[in-house]
T-cell receptor, first 112, second 114 residues
Framework: GNSVTQMEGPVTLSEEAFLTINCTYTATGYPSLFWYVQYPGEGLQLLLKATKADDKGSNKGFEATYRKETTSFHLEKGSVQVSDSAVYFC???????????FGRGTQLTVWP | NAGVTQTPKFQVLKTGQSMTLQCAQD?????MYWYRQDPGMGLRLIYYSASEGTTDKGEVPNGYNVSRLNKREFSLRLESAAPSQTSVYFCASEDFHTNTGELFFGEGSRLTVL
């Protein structure tokens, strides 16, 4: 079946620290991969995506590279800010189905 | 821009009561979804509607019904609420024909069943 596994949280960092949130997937085929972010009290919003192997998605200083050989899509940011505190969800999708499979989410807290 | 609007934002029910969560989107999207979010479980798909006039079960449909009233609106009904349905419910929409995989989410509806 299709599934997404994220590193357990919560993750607590100081401002300007380096961030990595691990994500691996299991899929029958070649999905598109996504990172969604949920700020406190809000719905999820798309952070970045990659649609094929070796693609790199990037937005707001965050990056993730689609690695088919390791079935991974790890999220990274070189210098986090307090405003990055949120829950981050890794997800996969097959466009023919038009639906997303989400990981469990990773809570990130950044302290000043 | 309103995007995806859900009502109500908060609701408390007693076991056995019924209620309907309303969702409307103004982006002319074809596909709409209902998810529930529980601590440590991520988001799980309850029902979805790929286009007006069609609905399909997701991962956790038991205890729920849906109606795709028109292209804009997709409602979720709990006929006889149970404490296990205490959760945060999210509606989402997608322009399926562009195949971007980007869902647009509402702000959520927090439901407590006593």
């Amino acid at each position: 079946g299709n599934s997404v596994t994220q590193m357990e949280g919560p993750v607590t960092l100081s401002e300007e620290a380096f961030l990595t949130i691990n994500c691996t997937y299991t899929a029958t085929g070649y999905p598109s991969l996504f990172w969604y972010v949920q700020y406190p009290g809000e719905g999820l919003q798309l952070l970045l995506k990659a649609t094929k192997a070796d693609d790199k998605g990037s937005n707001k200083g965050f990056e993730a590279t689609y690695r088919k050989e390791t079935t991974s899509f790890h999220l990274e940011k070189g210098s986090v800010q307090v405003s990055d505190s949120a829950v981050y969800f890794c997800a996969l999708s097959f466009s023919t189905l038009g639906r997303l499979y989400f990981g469990r989410g990773t809570q990130l807290t950044v302290w000043p | 821009n309103a995007g995806v609007t859900q009502t109500p934002k908060f609701q408390v029910l007693k076991t056995g009561q019924s209620m309907t969560l309303q969702c409307a989107q103004d982006m002319n999207h074809n596909s709409m979804y209902w998810y529930r979010q529980d601590p440590g479980m991520g988001l799980r798909l309850i029902y979805y509607s790929a286009s007006e006039g069609t609905t399909d079960k997701g991962e956790v449909p038991n205890g729920y019904n849906v109606s795709r009233l028109n292209k804009r609106e997709f409602s979720l009904r709990l006929e006889s609420a149970a404490p296990s349905q205490t959760s945060v419910y999210f509606c989402a929409s997608e322009d399926f024909h562009t195949n971007t995989g980007e869902l647009f989410f509402g702000e959520g509806s927090r439901l407590t069943v006593l």
